[in-house]
């Protein structure tokens, strides 16, 4: 079991920025590639961005690229992510979740945080 805890959603005006942080609670963190999913109202739960075990590695989806960016903390056991210019069409549930090794954008991933809400005010 990896437990995950999200933290730093909330509600922000259309153009402003949010970091989201994911604690993972293990002790070989850097064993586990990490990702971001988000889920929409009323819609099905999409990949967002993905990081390779040592950060060399990313992916994203269309629609956030150069907008977001997923980066994480080896030494604090924390993976983020950083939302700049946010759009109503961004607000859904992130969750966090990891995996062994290797990155995937789809949801291949043992591993899920509970969720954290993210709304954008137009």
């Given at each position: 079991?990896?437990?995950l805890?999200e ?7 259309a153009?402003?920025s ?10 070989t ?5 990490m ?8 819609k099905?739960?999409?990949f ?11 992916s994203?989806l ?5 907008r ?6 080896n030494a604090?056991?924390t993976?983020?992510l ?6 109503p069409?961004?607000?859904a549930?992130y969750?966090c979740?990891a ?11 043992p591993?899920?945080g509970?969720g954290t809400?993210?709304t954008?005010?137009s």
């Amino acid at each position: 079991q990896v437990p995950l805890v999200e933290s730093g959603g909330g509600l922000v005006q259309a153009g402003g920025s949010l970091r989201l942080s994911c604690a993972v609670s293990v002790r070989t963190f850097s064993n586990y590639a990490m990702a971001w999913f988000r889920q929409p109202p009323g819609k099905e739960r999409e990949f967002v961005a993905a990081i390779s075990r040592r950060g060399g590695s990313t992916s994203y989806l269309d629609s956030v690229k150069g907008r977001f960016t997923i980066s994480r903390d080896n030494a604090k056991n924390t993976v983020y992510l950083q939302m700049n210019s946010l759009k109503p069409e961004d607000t859904a549930v992130y969750s966090c979740a990891a995996r062994e090794w290797i990155l995937t954008i789809t949801p291949q991933y043992p591993y899920w945080g509970q969720g954290t809400q993210v709304t954008v005010s137009s």
